[in-house]
T-cell receptor, first 118, second 117 residues
Framework: EAGVAQSPRYKIIEKRQSVAFWCNPISGHATLYWYQQILGQGPKLLIQFQNNGVVDDSQLPKDRFSAERLKGVDSTLKIQPAKLEDSAVYLC????????????????FGPGTRLTVL | AQSVAQPEDQVNVAEGNPLTVKCTYSVSGNPYLFWYVQYPNRGLQFLLKYITGDNLVKGSYGFEAEFNKSQTSFHLKKPSALVSDSALYFCAVRPLYSGAGSYQLTFGKGTKLSVIP
């Protein structure tokens, strides 16, 4: 079974530039997550999709970050304009259909995109 | 709001010795608890989870974790450490569903485990 794919693996940009990350989840996984992992910290959820609908984007800085999952499969995360503090690894994860009650479906993580903002 | 504390930035242990990586949590109600491992330049890999039932949970690669409700802890353990266990370990918590809220996973800041040959 193929895992979660992300591209690019590395990106270096200057502040105020724009950048986009792409994620392809595991086939059949309805739920997709984007996390931001700053060096020395644990991952922080930015946005969570169930199919093509947003379940939770409470920690997404909406003035500069946006994400979409138009066909309920692939997803893109965009930063425009980037700030120095956006330097981090951006992780994509997917799981089977979101279960809130009665159990939990494991999240599978991609390798991440390391963003450096100069 | 839920939170996770991993009090040790780094744990060093000799190969063959038992290892413990500590985690304490704060959450409203009963928790779902998780351990993930991260190897360099790779994504997080699921190790084990506690939802309900036996307080001692067994996971991948010989790891286990003990849920202690009174101490709000979920320490990761392994009886005999391997050099290949050297990695970054993350504890995470999510509250049980009660009809409202986001129910996102909250991660600790991670503990770097170094197993010395």
């Amino acid at each position: 079974e193929a895992g979660v794919a992300q591209s690019p693996r590395y990106k270096i940009i200057e502040k105020r530039q724009s950048v986009a990350f792409w994620c392809n989840p595991i086939s059949g996984h309805a739920t997709l997550y984007w996390y931001q992992q700053i060096l020395g910290q644990g991952p922080k959820l930015l946005i969570q999709f169930q199919n093509n609908g947003v379940v939770d984007d409470s920690q997404l800085p909406k003035d500069r970050f946006s994400a979409e999952r138009l066909k309920g499969v692939d997803s893109t995360l965009k930063i425009q304009p980037a700030k120095l503090e956006d330097s981090a690894v951006y992780l994509c994860a997917s799981s089977l259909v979101l279960r809130l009650a009665g159990g939990y479906n494991e999240q599978f993580f991609g390798p991440g995109t390391r963003l450096t903002v100069l | 709001a839920q939170s996770v504390a991993q009090p040790e930035d780094q744990v060093n242990v000799a190969e063959g010795n038992p290892l413990t990586v500590k985690c304490t949590y704060s959450v409203s109600g009963n928790p779902y608890l998780f351990w993930y491992v991260q190897y360099p330049n790779r994504g997080l890999q699921f190790l084990l989870k506690y939802i309900t039932g036996d307080n001692l949970v067994k996971g991948s690669y010989g790891f286990e974790a003990e849920f202690n409700k009174s101490q709000t802890s979920f320490h990761l353990k392994k009886p005999s450490a391997l050099v290949s266990d050297s990695a970054l370990y993350f504890c995470a918590v999510r509250p049980l569903y009660s009809g409202a809220g986001s129910y996102q996973l909250t991660f600790g800041k991670g503990t770097k485990l170094s197993v010395i040959p």
